[in-house]
């Protein structure tokens, strides 16, 4: 059981270029979630989408567009990368109803140049 | 959603019960106190959540104090492995179930 997987690990862009993060889980979850996290801060959330088919803002949503692609795939798409884009960026997923905790990937480390 | 108040840093001895305490004076009554802890730069690790009554856990114990304005994370035998930072959430249950993260505890382990 692989939980939430995000590719890629690791990835390098020049200001300007565009990128999509992705990020599947296997656990039959409907709520999906992104976030970044900047050095010596917590996590902020980007964007969510609560099932398949919905997506919404988060705290932090300017520069970013996501596609709810189906159940599994949350993907998270840079259409101009800034530096100040730059960031480790955390995919999460929940399932049930109520109290059910988010699920964390392993992230994607992203630099902008 | 309620804010949380957390000690930057606490160290702790091998072996020995590690304490971290929350402090959430706004939480509402429907509101889950979850924590969860991130290892070097890993993503963040779920630990245990509870609303009012102390919970327990493979890995951890809650206590929530009978107002819900703080409660204590328990490590019962701490291990250099979970040097991590800490991270204490309040979160209610409804609506866009985001986490609002503070900056949360670094907890070092000491040999």
């Known amino acids: 059981n692989a939980g939430v997987t995000q590719t890629p690990k690791f990835q390098v862009l020049k200001t300007g270029q565009s990128m999509t993060l992705q990020c599947a889980q296997d656990m039959n979850h409907n709520s999906m979630y992104w976030y970044r996290q900047d050095p010596g801060m917590g996590l902020r959330l980007i964007y969510y989408?609560?099932?398949?088919?919905?997506?919404d803002k988060g705290e932090v949503p300017n520069g970013y567009n996501v596609s709810r692609l189906n159940k599994r795939e949350f993907s998270l798409r840079l259409e101009s990368a800034a530096p100040s884009q730059t960031s480790v960026y955390f995919c999460?997923?929940?399932?049930?109803?109520?109290?059910?905790?988010?699920?964390f990937g392993d992230g994607t480390r992203l630099s902008i140049l | 959603d309620a804010k949380t108040t957390q000690p930057t840093s606490m160290d702790c001895a091998e072996g020995r019960a590690a304490n971290l305490p929350c402090n959430h004076s706004?939480?509402?009554?429907?509101?889950?106190v979850y924590w969860y802890r991130q290892i070097h730069s890993q993503g963040p690790q779920y630990i245990i959540h509870?609303?009012?009554n102390n919970e327990t856990n493979e890995m951890a114990s809650l206590i929530i104090t009978e107002d819900r304005k703080s409660s204590t994370l328990i490590l019962p035998h701490a291990t250099l492995r979970d040097t991590a930072v800490y991270y204490c959430i309040v979160r209610v249950t409804s609506g866009t179930y985001k986490y609002i993260f503070g900056t949360g505890t670094r907890l070092k382990v000491l040999a």
């Open positions: 706004t939480i509402s009554g429907n509101e889950y």
């Open positions: 509870g609303l009012k």
């Open positions: 999460a997923s929940r399932g049930g109803t109520g109290n059910q905790p988010q699920h």
């Open positions: 989408s609560a099932s398949e088919g919905t997506t």
